[in-house]
C-alpha cells in the first residue's frame, strides 16, 4: 500500500517532466544537440512514460501476488485436508483479499470524495 501511495505521489511530478521533457524538440537548440545528448533524450522520454505505467503495473503485480497466494492456500489446504478444505480456504483468502484490496480502497475513496 505504501508503495502504491509512492507512486501516486511521483506521478504528477513525472507528467510535468515528461511535458517538459515534450516540448524540447520544438525548441530552437534542440537542434544543436550531439547524438549522446538525443539518446539521453530520448531515453529520458521513454523512462518519464514508464514511470508513468508504474502505478498500473504495479496494481498488476500486487493482483498476482494476491492470486498466487490464494493458489498456495487453496493447493496447501486440499493436500492437508481434502478438497473442500482446499476449496474452502481459497475462497477465503480471495473475498479477503478483495475487500482489502477492491472494496475498501474504493469506500475510502468515495468518501473522501463526498467529503470535498
Do not use: H
Amino acid at each position: 500500500m505504501e508503495l502504491l501511495q509512492e507512486l501516486r505521489v511521483l506521478q504528477p511530478g513525472v507528467q510535468i517532466l515528461a511535458g517538459f521533457l515534450l516540448t524540447l524538440p520544438f525548441q530552437s537548440r534542440f537542434e544543436t544537440l550531439d547524438g549522446f545528448q538525443t539518446t539521453l533524450y530520448l531515453a529520458n522520454v521513454a523512462r518519464a512514460a514508464l514511470v508513468s505505467s508504474a502505478d498500473r503495473i504495479a496494481k498488476v503485480a500486487l493482483a498476482g501476488i494476491g492470486l498466487l497466494s490464494v493458489g498456495t492456500s487453496a493447493l496447501v489446504s486440499d493436500a492437508a485436508a481434502g478438497r473442500r478444505a482446499g476449496l474452502t480456504a481459497g475462497a477465503v483468502l480471495l473475498t479477503v483479499l478483495l475487500i482489502l484490496l477492491v472494496y475498501v480502497p474504493s469506500r475510502l475513496r468515495r468518501q473522501a470524495t463526498e467529503r470535498k
